[in-house]
């Protein structure tokens, strides 16, 4: 803020005044949210994501027990949906959309280094509201897993997680994660780190979503509690 005393500026805020809020005056408390603990666990054979199944509705009331967080959006990958559940459902259909419009035109799919960018220049560029989605696949370089930023930052890593529920299945992970584990052991660990997110994440709950991700394509299959997707 400009002082015609001294004549300094405050460098972080601009002179003319502040900017107007970006959310358009959105209903916070009645925006549908997924809430949320998603993983991504990388693979030498393949990746695999999961997510708990409950959406909230301002944080405190369970509006949905049956949402399922992960989309396939390319021959060899998925996606996950993670904050307001418009603004990740119109993501998925955009990315979806531009993904196979390259397809058509280069007789070819994206690289998931490509598709993962795709979606950070989204995130930062389009009125998405809300999202910090797992993208995982895999092509001719092997298994990759990036998370996608709000801001539209993209970080590729051998697992990440994302969500409200990410302190309790970060931690689970951590401790038992081997870069050499099958595909198997990696869906294992990944239903135990949403499992125990669930237990003391409110956001968080009501069964797993898998979805299994190889060179041959992605399998996506829905159960309502841990022991039985085990």
């Known amino acids: 803020m400009y002082d015609p005393e001294n004549r300094l500026t405050d460098a972080y805020e601009p002179e003319v005044g502040n900017l107007p809020n970006e959310d358009g005056g959105r209903d916070e408390e009645n925006v549908v949210k997924t809430g949320t603990t998603t993983v991504g666990i990388s693979t030498e054979n393949g990746v695999i994501i999961a997510t708990d199944r409950r959406a909230s509705l301002g944080g405190r009331f369970v509006s949905n027990k049956q949402v399922q967080k992960v989309e396939q959006i390319h021959p060899t990958a998925a996606m996950t949906l993670v904050g307001s559940v418009g603004g990740a459902q119109s993501f998925i259909r955009s990315l979806r959309a531009e993904a196979d419009l390259y397809e ?6 994206l690289s998931i280094h490509a598709l993962a960018t795709l979606a ?11 999202i910090n989605p797992i993208v995982g696949g895999v092509d001719e370089d092997g298994s990759h897993v990036y998370s996608v930023d709000p801001a539209g930052g993209v970080l590729e890593d051998d697992y990440t997680v994302t969500g409200s529920g990410t302190m309790v299945a970060t931690g689970t992970i951590e401790g038992q994660y081997d870069p050499e584990m099958s595909l198997g052991e990696a869906r294992d660990l990944a239903i135990r780190a949403v499992n125990a997110a669930a237990e003391r994440d409110t956001g968080s709950g ?3 979503v898998l979805a299994e991700i190889t060179d041959e394509g992605v399998e996506i299959d829905a159960f309502d509690d841990y022991e039985t997707a085990e």
């Open 104 to 109: 058509v035109r280069r007789d070819e799919p």
């Open 120 to 130: 950070g220049n989204f995130a930062r560029g389009g009125p998405y509201f809300a």
């Open 206 to 208: 009501n069964g797993v």
